[in-house]
């Protein structure tokens, strides 16, 4: 099974990138993710943007809801592995928003 992004430049609920699918998605407000990889429970990973005092504010969310023992164990032992991962995730795409604005704006 080949997974990847959509050719297309918008999103649309059911959407898959790459091992997740769209399950919400709200232009310029809200997207969830739901995980479709083999983990011990349920995954998803959500981005909220809205307007703040001087610009926007992105909010990304992690939720795990894990299926026994085993989900437990997974996601306290791999805590620190996500932060990481989750804070550059959220680093890139607060960088690509700048760089994308930044050639909007020379663009004129």
């Keep these: ?3 990847g992004r959509p050719n297309h430049r918008g999103l ?3 959407d898959v990138i790459d091992f997740w699918r769209v399950e919400a998605f709200e232009v310029d407000h809200l997207l969830r993710l739901t995980a479709e990889m083999k983990v011990p429970g349920r995954a998803w990973l959500q981005f909220e943007v809205g307007d703040a005092p001087g610009g ?5 969310t992690a939720i795990f809801h894990p299926q026994g023992l085993l989900g ?3 996601w306290y032992l791999l805590y620190p592995v996500h932060a990481i991962v989750f804070a550059g995730m959220l ?3 607060v960088s690509a928003c ?3 604005r930044g050639r909007r704006s020379t663009r004129g």
């Design 1 to 3: 099974m080949r997974r």
């Design 56 to 60: 926007v504010f992105v909010r990304q």
């Design 72 to 74: 437990l164990l997974y």
């Design 98 to 100: 700048g760089a994308q």
């Design 91 to 93: 680093r890139g795409i």
């Design 12 to 14: 649309s609920v059911g």
